[in-house]
């Protein structure tokens, strides 16, 4: 089966990418799982894998150092839109993060970046609105199942490339 391409679009700063390195490991109507190498590798970051939520408007990532140690989860807040004629989903960043690191601490992030854009008119009142709705269901869930669970389609696909 022939994935579509995945793009990620970003309005700070304004640039749309082709996610041409991604390795796509499940696509069905609720989810994609990847694996993926990091566009600028940094100390705690050179690789990992992401769950796309597309119906909950977020993705999770599980982010490893140039070590192969966990570092985090990250979840960015996301809009999703499909282009059939370039048989492509583009996935925009809706600024709004939230980070998750091994000792439970959970860190959200990028808010003053949201209302920037929203101020910039690089977003629009629906966007910004659905950001932070997605925001709000994230952090609903990471407190009601916990971040374990959110994460197991990454885990399972983990399970079966070391299988």
Request: proline content about 4%.
């Amino acid at each position: 089966m022939a994935y579509p391409s995945l793009y990620r679009e970003r309005f700070i700063p304004k640039e749309c990418s082709l996610l041409k390195d991604d390795t796509i490991l499940r696509w069905d109507e609720d989810l994609i799982v990847t694996s993926w190498e990091a566009f600028h590798k940094k100390p705690y970051l050179s690789h990992g894998y992401s769950c796309y939520y597309l119906k909950k408007g977020f993705k999770i990532s599980k982010f490893y150092d140039p070590n192969n140690n966990f570092h985090c989860w990250y979840c960015d807040i996301v809009n999703y839109r499909f282009d059939q004629e370039q048989n492509a989903l583009f996935v925009s960043d809706l600024l709004a993060d939230v980070a998750i690191f091994p000792s439970g601490k959970v860190k959200v992030l990028d808010l003053d970046e949201l209302v920037e854009a929203h101020n910039k008119n690089l977003i629009d009142t629906v966007l910004l609105k659905k950001s932070l709705l997605s925001l709000n269901r994230l952090l609903d869930d990471i407190d009601k199942i916990g971040i374990e669970k959110i994460a197991e389609p990454i885990e399972n696909a983990i399970k079966g490339i070391n299988q």
